[in-house]
């Protein structure tokens, strides 16, 4: 877990006129400001973020880890994004001096009916081209972790700890030095078409409305900016500048917040844990299960659950907002999909309220670790786009027309994948409404 955001300096107020607005300063939305000034040296690019510091969501809360590409779909922009995206990702972190590590991971399968699902993970990670995979037995587990048990696993080297809080803050240092500016504590509340761009209306944080965001908020005290081009990179809040109704059928999906909370493992059971233990995770949810990770720090967490919340940034358990409530249960989508999950829902809500349960699920794969050794910990919100029809979207869902392209679905592994989505970003970008400057 990387430390707390903190703010990165910023540029003041946003420019009247630019050639590239990007909307949100998480890691995705900064790796592709860099890449568009990359690949156009001297193009004005905008970063718009709400928040009076980059990283301040998902990108800041997360399990830290530079996932190797194992568990997507072969053919998927997961899969392939991840495979190129975690070299590349770590080829900034030593560039840039951000704390990682590339620790590798056991994945530990301790049932018998979760071994065909191991054999399936290790046939995608072959499929997707996932380097130095090997298949364990219960004492190649030991040698690499000696305090885990299972009945088979499989070590997956690629896999790494990274500070993506620093990876972020060294992205938003590179944007700035190529001419890019940062505008931090500025919401953008809407979004409309003009002659030959894209006007976006925005305000300071915290000025009249509150946290209400979209195409129709109020125009309050809110300036405009003029943009040629516009990317939405705005994670939990994807869908609030994203045109409703002309989504091809595919994109028509809606954001739907999953909690994630972590505990910590107190310093005496810290040392039960070499590096990072997952389990077997079921194929059905895009969701790892809840796992083990040492961190850059050294600290060891252990999570996260997933829990439906009732607010976009509900770090605490018990935050709700109305409008985020609101929208989560007014999509059909969520009505299907809870009749389907139920029982796995009550599983969550057992292990996020008891640590005693999050306890036992570990100890499945660490069974000298107990209750008493789960210290609260941090949570973080996952953006999850859920479909009309209660299914929950598994892979990147990027969507445009010809002036805005909106990354409509981009959770885990989207830190990992960031420099190497942003390069999809761009080339779609570039494909669907070139990023040329405007004439001046
Ligand atoms: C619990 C958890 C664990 C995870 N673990 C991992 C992991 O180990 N490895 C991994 O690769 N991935 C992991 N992920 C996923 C990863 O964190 C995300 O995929 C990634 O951070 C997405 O980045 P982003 O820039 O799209 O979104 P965010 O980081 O959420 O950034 C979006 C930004 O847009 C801003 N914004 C929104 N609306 C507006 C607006 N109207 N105006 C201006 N700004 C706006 C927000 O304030 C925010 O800063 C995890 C996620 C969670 C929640």
Redesign the pocket.
Do not use: D, K, M, Y
């Given at each position: 877990m990387p430390p707390a955001p903190i703010a990165a300096s910023d540029d003041g107020a946003p420019p009247a006129a630019c050639d590239l607005l990007v909307?949100?300063?998480?890691?995705?939305?900064l790796a592709v400001a860099r890449e568009a000034l990359r690949r156009r040296p001297g193009l004005r690019v905008a970063v718009?973020?709400?928040?009076d510091a980059v990283?301040?969501?998902?990108?800041g809360?997360?399990?830290?880890?530079?996932?190797s590409g194992l568990y997507y779909r072969p053919g998927s922009l997961k899969a392939r994004l991840a495979v190129e995206g975690v070299e590349a990702l770590l080829a900034f972190c030593a560039e840039h001096g951000v704390a990682h590590e590339r620790c590798g991971k056991v994945v530990v399968a301790t049932r018998a009916e979760e071994l065909p699902r191991l054999d399936e993970l290790e046939r995608r990670g072959r499929a997707n081209g996932v380097p130095g995979l090997r298949r364990l037995d219960a004492a190649g587990i030991r040698r690499h972790e000696p305090h885990v048990r299972g009945l088979d696993g499989l070590w997956s080297p690629g896999t790494g700890v990274v500070d993506?809080v620093g990876v972020t803050r060294a992205l938003a240092a590179d944007v700035r030095a190529r001419g890019g500016t940062l505008h931090l504590g500025?919401?953008?509340?809407g979004a409309a078409r003009s002659d030959d761009g894209v006007r976006l209306r925005?305000r300071p944080r915290g000025a009249s409305g509150g946290a209400r965001?979209g195409p129709g908020g109020p125009a309050g005290d809110s300036d405009v900016s003029h943009a040629r081009r516009a990317i939405v990179?705005?994670?939990?809040?994807a869908d609030?500048?994203a045109p409703r109704g002309a989504a091809p059928a595919d994109a028509d999906v809606r954001v739907v917040p999953f909690r994630?909370g972590y505990r910590v493992l107190s310093p005496e059971a810290a040392s039960l844990v070499r590096g990072l233990v997952y389990p077997v995770p079921d194929p059905d949810l895009p969701f790892l299960g809840v796992h083990l990770t040492r961190g850059v720090d050294g600290e060891v967490h252990a999570g996260?659950t997933a829990l439906l919340v009732g607010a976009r940034d509900a770090y605490r358990l018990t935050r709700v907002r109305r409008t985020d409530l609101g929208a989560t249960v007014r999509w059909p989508g969520t009505w299907r999909m809870a009749r389907t999950w139920w029982r796995t829902a009550g599983g969550e809500i057992h292990r996020t309220v008891s640590r005693r349960a999050m306890a036992a699920e570990l100890a499945r794969m660490v069974p000298e670790l107990r209750a008493h050794d789960l210290l609260p910990g941090p949570a973080?919100?996952?953006?999850q786009a859920l479909r009309r029809d209660g299914g929950l979207v598994d892979d990147f869902v990027l969507d445009h027309d010809d002036r805005t392209l909106h990354?409509r679905n981009?959770?885990?592994?989207?830190?990992?994948?960031s420099l190497a989505l942003a390069g999809e970003i761009v080339d779609r970008a570039e494909a669907a409404f070139g990023l040329e400057p405007a004439q001046r």
């Open positions: 909307v949100g300063a998480g890691i995705v939305g718009l973020e709400r928040e990283a301040a969501h998902q990108t809360h997360n399990s830290g880890v530079a996932h993506f500025r919401e953008v509340v925005h965001t990179c705005a994670g939990a809040w609030a500048l994630g996260p973080g919100v996952r953006a990354v981009a959770p885990s592994p989207a830190a990992t994948a």
